[in-house]
């Protein structure tokens, strides 16, 4: 069985910053990638980064200069540093995980991010 915890999600004012932290655990073995997706009311699930094992990453134009994705492989654990955070950001961030012989894409249980002032 593999787990996905997320922590860090909050309300923070335009302008602030927030970091987020996901640990995958249980049967895992070797991770192949891990990041963060993101679901605001009314819109499609949308990808926000993501990040190799060998420190590749991925990220959506839309918080590129403002998000920075890192892992620490020894923690099995990502990171999703946001600042400079917009109204626009509000969502539901999902981490997500993909393994080395482990079929599909795993999900985590979501974690709500505000922006509002």
């Known amino acids: 069985q593999v787990q996905l915890v997320e922590s860090g999600g909050g309300l923070v004012q335009p302008g602030g910053s927030l970091r987020l932290s996901c640990a995958a655990s249980?049967?895992?073995?070797?991770?192949?990638?891990m990041g963060w997706y993101r679901q605001a009311p009314g819109k499609q699930r949308e990808l926000v980064a993501t990040?190799?094992?060998?420190?590749?990453?991925n990220t959506a134009d839309s918080v590129k200069g403002r998000f920075t994705i890192s892992r620490d492989n020894a923690k099995n654990t990502v990171y999703l540093q946001m600042n400079s955070l917009k109204p626009e950001d509000t969502a539901v961030y999902y981490c997500?995980?993909?393994?080395?012989?482990?079929?599909?894409?795993?999900w985590g249980q979501g974690t709500q991010v505000t922006v509002s002032s």
């Open positions: 249980g049967s895992i073995g070797s991770i192949y990638n």
């Open positions: 990040i190799t094992s060998g420190g590749n990453t």
């Open positions: 997500t995980a993909r393994f080395i012989g482990k079929p599909g894409t795993y």
